[in-house]
């Protein structure tokens, strides 16, 4: 690969050919400020925070984008440089609602940031008469993710990530100038459109323009009725999220401060999604043995991420049949909660308030679907984000530094590595090898880590030797990755048994309802943080949780049985991506 | 989304948008010449047919509005016959224009930006026309009305079917 030498800042760096400045320089220690900017997703020179003086050039140039040159002399800071960025910002608040205090981006805001860094004192325009966003455009439809247009500063990388990662596009830029906004096509509310609800966008805005709907005060209203019986759960991918909310590395292990902190919430119980996610293995397990055996609709797919489910619904209608009917582990467990739990330690089941605390924003849609229901009550009440839940210790004044190690309960809270590992990608393929293989050979499975369908790579495959069965696998993380292997799948291409399809880029533990900010080096943090954890915990298989024998001992009977099917499993809605597709009955996956 | 057309819009697709939405399947690079061609068909561009452009050109529908709502060649309501735009400028605006305005909306029936049911006249609003001098000023199909006053609204419209 060629090479450039360039000077930054009157230091010689050398460079690869086709390098941008802003890469370049940070090569070199210099941090150039960007706002539209998103690595590998978004270059689009669009707000101009990033620009440079390049000696020679007739204008001052975007760093963002223009490519390194053979002795360049570029200044990142000089007065030029300051005062036109520092314009670029002013124009851009000109016309954004300055109400920082009641924001729920206060404190990590890249606005506020960037007004921090470039000294902004005051803002010396306002946009008179040009017609803005008012609060009259905010759109709170939605169950999982909010629009306030007025906060919006065009950046444009939600579209970015709905387009390119998610192959959605469900917002777009509409109008032109001053009136542009970002919105789904007719100005129609999020809830009515394509939108898979996943949350990406809301993890990529700089600012309070998209953002998780925030549920807390029904939770602390909930806390604060002595009828209630307040009962939560915790998905796998917020132990190794939320302790950055709190300023520690990403990755960083943290469930059994989570439990503490919970119960100094006031939470009378704490369960464990990774409970129910044991649970998913069992039967999801037991329903891929009766599909292969049985000649039953293959490949089968996971179906414990909401969006993917919101997603294929929407696109892939006619594919329905190959979802697994297993509910996802939050659904499970809420089922289970206002079910079994009651019964158990007698409690009248009204007077159970089930919140989840998850990684993602498309559980708060999958939470109020109307087949969510099926203890009689809805099965999860409210769901948080990890940014909601941390939120909520922030405001009981929780020090999560000095916060002991602490416990799930009893009987809803005990599981095993293969749980824990639901919060990567390939971690439920994994889970579900480990489970398989045994039940079927009936032999110990020489060594339990499926390492080839771990990672970031968009789509791993696999194939296993499983007793006299070669088991093709795959693994897909990103919508736009899942439409590869579902047009295989429709051009009967597809010879895999099982794929695991995750919504979020790296699986829940990249979810759109973790901390702020999630980007590959996060994820990877928290991929390996994941994997530690499984190895550090006792059992690494699902069908070894004794929780889970003694569930099916004593309530369930076993994996697809009667009770198993009524509060386990579910059927699909097929929606259609801009009007209702014909000829497809609703809850068409029956098999 | 519902499959419902709430645009009051009853316009069919004609043959030559059939032609072309066949001819461009699969293909976003169609997507202005298409859009063309039913704005040029149907006066302006309906719902439904920019939902089927999206599903046949393969292109998603925000692509599809985003685009329709850019460019000024594109309406996304039918257009009337006659053409009203009244001046809301600084002069016009204080020399009785919102009067001028109201008066408008009460004869027709219609917001400023609609168009009436029988398509006669569709009613815009406009920043400074130039002519402050005799304001406040209103134009039909580019006629120009000086010194409009609310009681004149009825008499000049009738002059136009
Ligand atoms: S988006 Fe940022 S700058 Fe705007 S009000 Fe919220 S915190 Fe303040
Ligand atoms: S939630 Fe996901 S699908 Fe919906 S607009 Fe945001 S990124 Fe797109
Ligand atoms: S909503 Fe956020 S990410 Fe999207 S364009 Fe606006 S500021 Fe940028
Ligand atoms: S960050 Fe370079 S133009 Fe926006
Ligand atoms: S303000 Fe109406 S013409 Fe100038």
Redesign the interface.
Same mark, same amino acid.
């Given at each position: 690969m060629a090479t450039v030498t360039l000077t930054i800042d009157n230091q010689k760096v050398e460079v690869e050919q086709g390098t941008t400045i802003l890469e370049a320089a940070k090569n070199a220690g210099i941090e150039i400020p960007t706002l539209c900017y998103m690595k590998d997703i978004n270059a689009i020179g669009a707000c101009r925070i990033c620009v440079v003086e390049v000696e020679g050039a007739r204008a001052l140039q975007a760093a963002c984008v223009a490519p390194v040159g053979e002795g360049m002399v570029v200044k990142t800071n000089s007065e030029l440089v300051r005062k036109s960025r520092k314009m670029t910002l002013e124009l851009i608040l000109s016309d954004h609602p300055q109400e920082c205090l009641t924001c729920l981006r206060n404190t990590n805001c890249e606005l506020q940031a960037l007004s921090e860094a470039f000294g902004l004192r005051e803002v010396r325009f306002t946009r008179g008469a040009a017609k803005s966003a008012t609060a009259d455009d905010i759109d709170d439809s939605a169950p999982s993710i909010v629009r306030d247009p007025r906060k919006c500063v065009l950046c444009r990388r939600c579209v970015a990530v709905c387009e390119k990662v998610q192959g959605v596009k469900a917002i777009g830029p509409i109008n032109r100038g001053f009136e542009t906004v970002i919105a789904p096509a007719f100005d129609q509310n999020l809830i009515d459109v394509n939108c898979a609800m996943c949350g990406q966008c809301s993890l990529v805005c700089p600012t309070g323009a998209i953002t998780e709907k925030d549920d807390t005060e029904k939770v602390w209203a909930a806390l604060n009725d002595a009828n209630k019986e307040v009962v939560v759960q915790t998905a796998p991918a917020t132990r190794v999220a939320i302790a950055e909310e709190f300023g520690q590395d990403p990755g960083t292990i943290s469930t059994g401060k989570m439990v503490a902190a919970l119960r100094r919430l006031g939470f009378n119980k704490i369960f464990d999604t990774d409970f129910s996610a044991d649970l998913t293995i069992m039967e999801e397990g037991t329903e891929l043995i009766q599909r292969v055996t049985q000649g039953g609709t293959l490949p089968m797919i996971t179906s414990c991420s909401p969006g993917w489910i919101k997603y294929i619904e929407h696109y892939y209608p006619d594919l329905l049949p190959h979802l697994s009917t297993c509910k996802s582990p939050q659904q499970m467990l809420g089922a289970l909660i206002k079910d079994y739990y009651p019964k158990n330690a007698g409690i009248a089941p009204e007077n159970i308030y089930s919140v989840s605390i998850m990684p993602c924003t498309a559980k708060k849609f999958e939470a109020q679907r109307d087949e969510m229901n099926d203890s009689g009550y809805q099965d999860v009440d409210v769901v948080l984000t990890t940014r909601e839940l941390a939120r909520m210790c922030r405001n009981a004044g929780i020090d999560w530094d000095t916060l002991p190690e602490e416990n799930y309960d009893d009987p809803l809270g005990m599981s095993t590595g293969a749980a824990v590992i639901f919060g990567a990608t390939g971690g439920v393929m994994e889970a579900a090898v480990r489970t398989a293989y045994e039940l079927i050979t009936k032999e110990e499975m020489p060594d339990i880590n499926l390492t080839p369908v771990r990672g970031m790579e968009g789509i791993k495959e696999a194939t296993l030797k499983v007793g006299d069965l070669d088991v093709k696998v795959a693994v897909a993380h990103t919508l736009g990755n899942a439409r590869k292997l579902l047009d295989l799948i429709r051009e009967g291409k597809a010879d895999h048994h099982f794929i695991e399809v995750m919504c979020c880029p790296g699986g829940c533990i990249g979810g759109g309802g973790q901390p702020i900010p999630t980007n590959l080096d996060v994820r990877l943090a928290r991929i390996a943080g994941t994997y530690q954890a499984d190895e550090e915990l006792p059992i690494r298989k699902s069908h070894e949780n004794p929780a889970i024998t003694d569930i099916y001992e004593k309530y369930l009977g076993q994996p697809l049985g009667e009770l198993s099917h009524k509060l386990l499993h579910t059927h699909y809605v097929p929606r259609g991506v801009y009007r209702k597709p014909e000829g497809l009955p609703d809850g068409g996956s029956e098999h | *989304? %519902?499959?419902e057309c709430n645009c009051n819009c009853q316009a069919d697709s004609s043959k030559k948008i059939d032609e072309l939405l066949s001819q461009y399947r699969g293909n976003p690079n169609g997507l202005i010449v298409v859009l063309a061609a039913i704005q040029q068909d149907n006066g302006y561009l309906p719902?439904d047919l *920019?939902?089927r452009v999206?599903?046949e050109l393969n292109v998603?529908? #925000?692509?599809?509005? %985003?685009v329709a #709502?850019?460019y000024t060649a594109f309406t996304l309501r039918p257009r009337g016959r006659n053409s009203i735009n009244l001046c809301l400028g600084t002069a016009c605006y204080v020399k009785g224009a919102p009067e001028v305005h109201d008066a408008i909306e009460k004869e027709l029936k219609i917001k400023a930006g609609d168009t009436t049911e029988d398509r006669r006249f569709t009613f815009d609003v406009v920043r400074c026309l130039g002519a402050c001098g005799i304001a406040p000023v209103m134009t039909v199909n580019g006629e120009v009305h000086p010194r409009m006053t609310a009681e004149k609204v009825s008499e000049v419209l009738s002059k136009y079917e």
């Open positions: - | *989304m %519902g499959a719902k *920019m939902i999206a599903e998603p529908l #925000t692509d599809v509005y %985003g #709502t850019f």
